[in-house]
């Protein structure tokens, strides 16, 4: 049996007829930027995540950079962000000239700690970006006490929980402006890359507005340097056939999970995901920790089981941020999980029938190693 990490298929499959009579419509109509569907996408992924205001753009990597800028985050600014977390986050900041301040996680959750936020927020800082990450929400109502002491926005990253919540509040409403991503291996996948910034902030959805079209508030007049990330309409009609299905999904997502818990509650060698009493999670992907990890997850694929690994290398530790001259040490937990995460298959459509598959080759291949302590 192969079992896929993820099966787009599946899930296009379920919006293939409404999305190809909205793809029909836009190509009758050539509105392929721009279009209402554009719109119609924006308000309605803004009333999902209870925020006043979205903005479509082209992908997750310029929300985060839009949104940052919209606060106004420029060159030399600190940015305070996690060493847990894809490039992506930090690569957005360094876009804009700013310098990423890595903080390390929480062992329980893998998620930026709050403690460590405090320690190195300074006369420098111009931002805090908490990641939503693997499906959770971070603490950040742990962060903004900590942020309005210093007169700090707090710029959620939210690219990995669409759906979630925390405290009975939506993730991408959390703080003061959200960013998030419609890669399609996300919760909301697009057809291709896309994204969107959210916020309460009439002012702030403004400047994102402009920035993303060329600093232009209308044609021909720039008045900032802006870039260009719109989210176009082929993407906008898959993502609202999409948006109307993504609760189901979502809850579907839960019953995989505990699932998993269930069938990996004997199995020795395995941490299992740590869930929050306060949160709501969406299970983008469903991370164990093991030992000998890479072999462990090569023997899975060789059996069919297409595990991955979100994310080997903490920022600090990559080629890219060597300069920042922080090494193996600096911080441990974020470190030492990255050797030992591993995300089994996860995707609403998953079977029982796969998941017990899952679970076997992996107590089979957890055989012989050593217990994770």
Known sequence: MRVPLVDLAAQQAEVADEVRAGLDDVFARAA???????????????????????????NGTDAVELALRAVGVGRDDEVVLPANTFIATAEAVSRIGAVPVLVDVTDERLLMDPAAVERVLGRRTRAVVPV????????????????????????????????ARRHGRAAGSLGTIAATSFYPGKNLGAAGDAGAVTT??????????VLAAHGSPRKYVHDVVGMNSRLDTVQAVVLQAKLARLEG??????????????????????????????????WHLYVVRVAD?????????????????????????TGAYRHLGLGPGSFPVAERAAGEILSLPLFPQITPAQQEHVVERLATALVGGRVLA
């Open 249 to 282: 999904w979502n809850e579907l997502r839960r019953r995989a999970a505990a699932r998993y818990d269930a069938l990996l509650a004997d199995v020795p060698g395995v941490r299992l995901p740590s869930s929050d009493a306060v949160g709501v999670d969406v």
């Open 32 to 58: 392929f930027i721009g279009g209402a569907e554009v719109g119609a996408f924006e308000e309605s992924y803004a009333a999902y995540v209870e925020a006043r205001h979205c903005v479509g753009v082209a």
């Open 200 to 209: 309460d902030d009439a002012e702030l959805a403004t400047a994102v507005r």
């Open 293 to 317: 990890r890479d072999r462990v997850c090569a023997e899975l694929r060789e059996a069919g089981v297409e595990a991955g690994v979100h994310y080997p290398t903490p920022v600090h530790l």
């Open 132 to 163: 939503h990450l693997f499906g959770q929400a971070a603490p950040v109502e742990a962060l903004l006490p900590l942020a309005r002491a210093h007169a700090v926005p707090v710029v959620e990253d939210a690219a990995q929980a669409q759906g």
